[in-house]
């Protein structure tokens, strides 16, 4: 896709509440995007790197808490009598504090799942995710448990000439996860046509001949997963203050099915893969809402799935990619950076 | 004489129990062509991984520019300046040609995550750079005219070609090459060892491991003859022809007191 007619898309999803308001789209459309972000973040380690994180919920739900617990502010015993205490901040101090937060534990992650890479990189990041639903379920000091951080503020946005605003309208909200969804692509973007986003792809490619010509595996992966993990830990902030009320359920397994689907439908390793997977996995499931039964719903969500991974296993973009006669089909792993745009 | 540019003692390698190079030590002067020969599971492949840091081996130091460089990542080892090609045709087999260059010219190039998000002058000019030099390897190995194909699509000799660039690309001061002739056509081996003298010639000191004894007689300054793990013969190839213990070495009949055989 050339980088006109990404912007002319994005043009097009940014004047949607405009032409067509329809608040129950918006909505939908909302949290799709808040997903979709996920998956461009997923993207980067999954698509890029070749390293399958079955934890990414992780971040998305270390984001969704971090932002909340800022924003709510609190006061816990962290034992020899001490105490931690937090004011409640302004919502985009909870913004980046989730960013920073997913990015810290994403390092660490790195750090650590990297010197097994494959198979057991697979499994620590499931157990990742599991042992923070498992914290967030018993640390109810912090967490409140099962009880869920409610009453979590909107976002608020500074905006000339009327100072700090709140964030209530659907199109407002739409057009932040817009904006962060835009911001989010351009990072990705940015990353794989420079310098490490090459040394990412050569280790995918073949990492011991890679090794060879001194490209630092340990070093670009961690690079990648905190990336990616600040990303998600975005998303997860966006998610908090748009439902406000998070509970342990956001480090579920499904989410980061949800998110692993939408790459690998939509095409992992190209730039907007995430973005059309995302777009059909985010939207299929309350387009069929109106038209069909939940159970028949289901069958054809997963028959899509299933059709689409069997026909297209490269997913839809690089598919659509190999049509268009003026591309060339099999660049997808790399697109030089000479003359490429926004894709 | 100066020191050598690279110094191997004694090294002992152990996989699995199995000693697969047992007492290992040579010297690779520079701007020399040094072959290290000797017949199938004599060690040879894993002396090249103990010497890129591929394996670790149990015993013996490993000196490059009198820098030891044993516990090394191959990645420490290869920003030295000592970097290898693979037996097994090794390349990113998804990428194109000159995304391939680009890729081994890693070492080259310095940007960082900053320089990817800010539109510096000198992220263009190293870009422009790199690419220039990914070209011209292209063009020395003869493959610029399929700069923009799939690496996967190339022909078997075309691959290897491009398997010796990559490893040539960031001109190191030692390149290992593990069989760069392996199932070769004669006029492609003569392609090859051509590539291997203008390597040479342009200041490459280089470590050969071949089956072709032709070539490695042609090419070679000096030959190392390694077998069941330990060095049989050092010397001129006039010299290794004429070696009475590396003849029986090739053709059959093992020396006494060597117990195990290696992988």
């Known amino acids: 896709m050339s980088g006109l007619v990404g912007w002319a898309f994005v043009l097009a999803m940014a004047l949607l509440p405009v032409v067509a308001p329809d608040p129950y789209m918006l909505a939908v459309l909302t949290s799709a995007g808040i997903f979709i972000i996920g998956a461009i973040s997923l993207n980067l380690l999954l698509g890029y790197t070749g390293q399958l994180s079955l934890g990414h919920a992780a971040f998305f739900g270390l984001g969704a808490y971090a932002s909340a617990l800022a924003s709510l502010g609190f006061d816990i015993g962290i034992g020899f009598g001490m105490r931690l205490r937090l004011e409640p901040q302004p919502v985009y101090v909870g913004f980046l504090s989730a960013i920073l937060v997913a990015g810290v534990f994403g390092w660490l992650l790195g750090r650590l799942a990297f010197r097994i890479r494959g198979a057991y990189f697979v499994i620590i990041t499931i157990c990742f995710a599991q042992v923070l639903r498992m914290l967030a379920l018993n640390w109810v000091e912090l967490t409140q448990g099962p009880m869920a951080l409610v009453g979590i503020p909107p976002f608020s946005l500074w905006w000339p000439g009327q100072g700090v605003v709140d964030l209530t309208s659907k199109a407002q909200t739409y057009w932040l996860v817009l904006g962060v969804g835009v911001l989010a692509f351009l990072v990705v973007r940015q990353i794989v046509h420079s310098r490490i986003g090459r040394a990412l792809v050569a280790l995918r490619e073949n990492e011991t001949l890679a090794r060879s010509v001194g490209i630092r595996a340990t070093h670009y992966l961690v690079i990648a997963t905190v990336v990616s993990a600040g990303i998600a830990g975005a998303a997860g902030s966006l998610f908090a203050h748009y439902v406000r009320i998070v509970d342990p359920d956001v480090f579920l397994f499904i989410y980061t099915v949800t998110m692993v689907i939408m790459v690998i439908t939509g095409g992992k390793g190209t730039l907007w893969g995430p973005v059309v997977g995302g777009l059909i996995f985010g939207l299929l499931p309350d387009m069929l809402r109106g038209s069909a039964r939940p159970e028949a719903q289901w069958i054809a969500y997963g028959a899509a799935m299933i059709l689409l991974v069997m026909f297209l296993p490269r997913g839809i973009v690089p598919a659509v990619a190999a049509w268009l006669p003026a591309r060339r089909p099999a660049t997808q792993a790399l697109p030089t950076p000479v003359r490429e745009g926004v894709g | ?263």
């Open chain 2, 1 to 263: 004489m100066t020191a050598p540019l690279l110094r191997v003692e004694h090294v002992m390698v152990q996989i699995g129990g199995l000693v697969a190079v047992s007492d290992l030590g040579f010297e690779v002067g520079q701007g020399e062509v040094v072959s290290l020969i000797g017949p199938n599971g004599a060690g040879k492949t894993t002396a090249f991984n103990a010497i890129t840091g591929y394996i670790r081996p149990r015993r013996g130091t490993i000196h490059f520019e009198g820098r030891d460089i044993i516990g090394l990542s191959p990645e420490r080892i290869a920003a030295l300046g000592l970097v290898r090609s693979f037996q097994r045709t090794s390349i990113f087999g998804a990428c194109t040609v000159l995304e391939n260059a680009l890729m081994a010219l890693h070492l080259r190039g310095r940007a960082g995550l900053l320089e990817a998000f800010i539109p510096l002058p000198g992220r263009r000019r190293e870009e422009a750079r790199l690419r220039d030099e990914a070209m011209a390897m292209l063009d020395f190995v003869g493959l610029s005219a399929r700069a923009a194909a799939r690496a996967d699509s190339l022909a078997y000799g075309e691959q290897r070609r491009l398997g010796i660039a990559l490893a040539a690309a960031a001109a190191p001061r030692l390149l290992l090459l593990d069989e760069p002739a392996a199932g070769l056509n004669p006029s492609e081996t003569a392609d090859c060892m051509a590539l291997i003298r203008q390597l040479r010639d342009r200041g490459t000191t280089i470590l050969l491991v071949e089956h072709d004894m032709a070539m490695v007689m042609r090419i070679s300054d000096r030959i190392v003859v390694l077998n069941q793990g330990r060095i049989i013969a050092d010397g001129p190839p006039a010299a290794i022809r004429e070696n009475p213990e590396v003849i029986r070495a090739y053709l059959g009949g093992a020396p006494e007191g060597v117990g195990h055989a290696a992988a």
